[in-house]
């Protein structure tokens, strides 16, 4: 199981560690209009699902707005998921100030489905762990990084750099 930090504190992550090579596990998650969302939804397409704690913060922010660029400039063959327990109100909320309102920010809030599903859950702040997963058009995982630290930025030239690949 990855072992992560969230300001430099231990946390306990619930869930199974996805590795590359496995297939995407599914989830079912809320769009910002309270619609299911699931993995099956972009199905044929590439996939990278970015990963944060909460879409209000210094960091997160950057990640969003920094994948959300790249993946526009890749073109329709990529679907491209901010996963955060953030109310969907507060994500829409969000796109807007952060004038990105084509962004799909999606909210694990109700259910989990997602943090359990590829264990980035962490149990004692009902937070999701900062990650980055990358899912190729038949729906297997080619890149996935669990940020060691929660208030690091991923890897981004690692994680398009998957996505080009696939492409």
Not at 99 to 108: F, K, P, R
Not at 120 to 139: N, P
């Amino acid at each position: 199981m990855a072992q992560v930090t969230f300001k430099n504190n231990p946390v306990t992550l619930i869930g199974n560690e996805v590795k590359v090579g496995e297939k995407a596990p599914d989830f079912t998650v809320l769009a910002n209009d309270l619609s299911p969302v699931t993995l099956k939804d972009s199905e044929g397409k590439v996939r990278l699902i970015s990963v944060v704690p909460s879409l209000d913060t210094g960091v997160c922010d950057a990640q969003t707005r920094r994948f959300n660029e790249e993946v526009v400039a890749l073109g329709d063959g990529v679907a491209f998921y901010t996963v955060s327990v953030d109310l969907p109100f507060a994500q829409k909320r969000w796109c807007a100030a952060a004038g990105l309102e084509g962004a799909q920010t999606v909210s694990d809030h109700k259910d989990l489905s997602f943090g359990k599903a590829y264990g980035v859950y962490m149990e004692e702040l009902r937070l999701l762990a900062r990650s980055v997963f990358v899912i190729d058009s038949e729906g297997t995982v080619t890149y996935a990084e669990y940020v060691s630290e929660g208030t690091s930025h991923p890897n981004y030239e690692a994680a398009i750099e998957a996505v080009k690949a696939l492409i």
